[in-house]
């Protein structure tokens, strides 16, 4: 998501910030316009240098070729991937690619996702015990955000498999953003149950907390209500939270569960405290998304003692922002106070091609949109040069021409939850990412 003008454009803003928490193989030739030679410029010569080819973004392919990414990758225990657009097939099949291979080499266990952490508990029990439909639990725990999508079927559905085959070493699935736009009802349980169980005694005094909280099943709608009554049950959640932090022993896998339940209450009523009239408040909310994501990331990472590949729009898992007015400290710039050189921030930018986005405020259809081929002064139009027609690179190594290239601030294709943006994105690429992923191409996801 980037621009921000005016109050509706600012309401608009927080809506896709609570509605977001909700092909072939391509070939790994040189592109005939794009092969290296002298005449090349200097970045894209250097970038030649640290280039590994991408031979295909289909999951179930041949992985020879993510040998290298998985070096780079380290020890990393949570792995950023970006998406450039939140609609594009290319990105959603390459995560899905992607985290196969880290699974199935690097030992990772879970996939993160920036939708909320309540549907992330309805898809993770579908992995760990149902035997239901994969479609219709994806449908029913992301239907009208970006994952909405077939691209998602595949993955859950291979996570699925995987746990059947390996019982021993299961993956999960798990939402880091706060509960929007809707705090569903088993949040609230894991609360109250824990509680039944362990200090019946309680249950009055949570109750009178609960009082006006429960349900939040219309996040939008409850941000037009007078902020003197968001505020004041912002300060109630905070209460639950603090109650609910002496009922039990840290350590305690069950306490510690439920603590995290209340945590994401009270961060989702502080979240809707944010005044869609004022831009400080926004910006304010905003980064306090971001660094939710990164503590619910980092606080599933110390307690399941996995490895993660987390996967958010470019602008979430980066350092920076294509917007830092709005985005002035994001989730992957968290991660790395938290984790240091544990954190690994992986881009995405594309030349042309086709995705799904919006193109008004408030409500609307996910609609197909084609750019064409990037022009002279974007960051594309230079990364397209390279001899690859896909490719990564890990940008950390990057000889001082491309270094020098880099770390200056380009328009970008940068394509979240609306567009066209109300001004064109920038990115310094060396600035916000650590490795980069570029494709010549993508095509819109598929709708289920």
Not at 22 to 32: E, I, N, Q, V
Not at 89 to 103: G, I, Q, S, T
Not at 117 to 135: E, F, K, P, T, V
Request: net charge neutral.
């Amino acid at each position: 998501m980037t621009g921000n003008a005016g109050n509706g454009k600012r309401l608009a803003a927080a809506a896709l910030a609570l509605a977001a928490v909700l092909a072939p193989a391509t070939a790994a030739c040189a592109s005939p316009a794009a092969s290296a030679s002298a005449t090349a410029p200097a970045p894209v010569r250097a970038l030649d240098r640290i280039a590994h080819p991408l031979r295909s973004t289909q999951p179930g392919t041949d992985t020879a070729d993510l040998r290298a990414l998985g070096t780079i990758v380290g020890g990393a225990k949570v792995v950023g991937l970006g998406e450039a657009t939140h609609g594009s097939h290319e990105f959603f099949a390459l995560k899905d690619r992607a985290f196969r291979y880290l699974v199935e080499r690097k030992g990772f266990t879970t996939f993160a996702l920036e939708i909320s952490w309540s549907a992330g508990l309805r898809i993770d029990d579908y992995l760990q015990h149902g035997d239901g439909d994969a479609r219709q639990v994806v449908h029913e725990t992301m239907a009208g955000s970006p994952w909405d999508r077939e691209e998602f079927v595949t993955l859950v559905q291979w996570m699925r498999d995987h746990n059947r085959r390996h019982p021993d070493r299961p993956v999960h699935f798990m939402g880091d953003d706060i509960g929007a736009p809707k705090l569903d009802e088993p949040v609230f349980d894991a609360v109250t149950d824990y509680v039944r169980r362990t200090h019946p005694q309680s249950l009055p005094r949570l109750n009178k907390l609960l009082t006006g909280l429960r349900p939040l099943d219309d996040a939008i709608g409850y941000l037009k209500r007078p902020l003197a009554e968001r505020q004041q049950n912002a300060s109630r959640a905070q209460q639950l939270l603090t109650f609910m932090g002496g009922q039990g022993k840290p350590g305690d896998d069950d306490f510690e569960f439920a603590l995290q339940n209340a945590r994401n209450i009270a961060q989702t009523y502080t979240f809707l405290t944010l005044n869609a009239d004022d831009q400080d408040s926004l910006t304010a909310m905003e980064r306090y998304r971001d660094q939710v994501m990164a503590e619910t990331t980092a606080w599933w990472q110390r307690r399941a003692g996995g490895r993660i590949l987390l996967s958010a729009q470019d602008d979430h898992v980066g350092y920076t922002a294509t917007d830092p007015t709005t985005y002035p400290k994001t989730q992957g710039s968290f991660l790395r106070d938290t984790l240091g050189a544990d954190y690994l921030a992986i881009g995405t930018t594309f030349d042309q091609g086709s995705f799904l986005s919006k193109d008004q405020a408030l409500g609307g259809e996910w609609k197909k949109f084609t750019v064409g081929p990037a022009g002279p002064g974007t960051n594309e139009h230079t990364l397209d040069q390279v001899r690859y027609r896909d490719y990564y690179a890990d940008l950390r190594k990057a000889p001082a021409a491309a270094r020098t290239w880099l770390d200056i601030p380009r328009p970008t294709y940068n394509v979240g939850t609306q567009f066209p943006n109300d001004k064109t994105p920038e990115t310094a690429i060396g600035r916000a990412y650590d490795v980069l992923v570029h494709l010549h191409t993508v095509r819109a996801a598929s709708k289920l």
